[in-house]
C-alpha cells in the first residue's frame, strides 16, 4: 500500500486505501470526530499527527445500523455517537448515512489529469460540496498555486476540512445559502451530492431540478468564461428520460462530456465524470 505525507504539511492519505469493514470505518469516524473536538477545545491548528486521524474520516455513508438504537450488535457504537456528538451533529450524520460515501483518491487523480492537460498553473478552483478536503488534498503539484474554495453542509466534514487545509478558504453552509460571485471561477471539481429531491433556490426554483442536477447548473454560473466543471455525478443526469436538463446544460457549455466511472460504483449507480467548458457570461 502506498501511503504519503507531504512535506509542505499536507495530510496524510492512502493511495490504495484498505476501507476496512463497516465497524472498522466507524471507529476512524469516532477518533477523527475526538480529534476534532480536542483541537477546538484547546483553539488551536491540527498537529501532523493528528492530520493522520483527521483525514482516515469517510463520512456515515454504509453505517445506518450504528443509528438504531435496536440494533444489539451495534450498540456500542450507537452509545459512542451519542457521547461524542452533539444532536444537531448526529441528526446531520443521520440525513447523511444512506447518501455520503468517501471519494477513492484514483478518481481524483483522474479529475485532476484531465484538468492539467489543459494547462492549468493558477487561478481559482471550487468544490461545492467538499467534505473533509479530499479533492483540495490531491491537488497536484503543478496546481500548487490555485486558491482552493470549498462548500460543506454538515458541520463535522467542514470542520475537519478547515483543520486539513486551513490555506484554503472553506465555508461550512449548504450551497444554496452560499453569496459566491458568477462568473469568477476557474475550475469546478468534487463529487456533488445526488439524490431524488429539490433543493429551494429562488433562482433555480423553475427549473425543478433534482440535487445533482441543480448542483451541475448553478456551478456552470459561478464559471467564468472558459472556465471547466469536472465533478462526479449520479447517472440520472444522463438517462433520465427528460432531456430537459442536457439541453439546459449544453446551452450554457462550450463542450459537454460524459465519461462512465466504470470502476466506481456507488448503491450499485456507476457513476458518470461531467466534464464542461463554460461557453459564455450567464445571464
Not at 484554503?168 to 452560499?178: F, K, L, M, P, V
Not at 448503491?267 to 458518470?272: I, W
Amino acid at each position: 500500500m502506498e501511503r504519503c505525507y507531504k512535506k509542505d504539511k499536507k495530510p496524510y492519505c492512502d493511495m490504495n486505501p484498505s476501507y476496512g469493514g463497516a465497524k472498522h470505518r466507524f471507529q476512524s469516524n469516532i477518533e477523527a470526530v475526538k480529534t476534532l473536538k480536542q483541537c477546538e477545545e484547546e483553539n488551536r491548528q491540527a498537529l501532523p499527527e493528528e492530520q493522520e486521524i483527521l483525514a482516515k474520516y469517510v463520512g456515515w455513508g454504509g453505517l445506518s445500523n450504528a443509528f438504531d438504537p435496536e440494533n444489539e450488535e451495534w450498540k456500542n457504537e450507537y452509545a459512542q455517537l451519542k457521547e461524542f456528538l452533539t444532536p444537531d451533529e448526529y441528526s446531520s450524520a443521520q440525513e447523511t448515512a444512506l447518501t455520503s460515501f468517501y471519494t477513492p483518491p484514483v478518481i481524483i487523480q483522474s479529475v485532476y489529469k484531465v484538468i492539467e492537460n489543459t494547462g492549468l498553473k493558477e487561478g481559482n478552483i471550487l468544490d461545492p460540496g467538499c467534505g473533509i478536503g479530499n479533492f483540495q488534498g490531491l491537488i497536484p503539484e503543478s496546481m500548487k498555486n490555485v486558491k482552493m474554495y470549498g462548500i460543506e453542509q454538515d458541520s463535522v466534514s467542514g470542520r475537519i476540512a478547515k483543520l486539513l487545509y486551513p490555506e484554503n478558504q472553506i465555508d461550512i453552509t449548504s450551497y444554496e445559502n452560499t453569496d459566491l460571485p458568477d462568473n469568477f471561477f476557474d475550475v469546478s471539481v468534487g463529487n456533488i451530492p445526488f439524490g431524488s429531491y429539490q433543493i429551494a433556490d429562488k433562482k433555480y426554483d423553475r427549473l425543478g431540478l433534482y440535487v445533482h442536477d441543480y448542483f451541475i447548473v448553478k456551478t456552470l454560473d459561478k464559471l467564468r468564461p472558459g472556465g471547466i466543471m469536472a465533478v462526479i455525478t449520479t447517472k440520472g443526469t444522463m438517462d433520465k428520460k427528460s432531456s430537459d436538463v442536457r439541453k439546459y446544460i449544453a446551452q450554457r457549455a462550450e463542450r459537454f462530456v460524459c465519461l462512465t466511472t466504470h470502476f466506481l460504483k456507488m448503491q450499485a449507480h456507476k457513476l458518470p465524470l461531467i466534464f464542461c467548458s463554460c461557453k459564455r457570461e450567464n445571464v
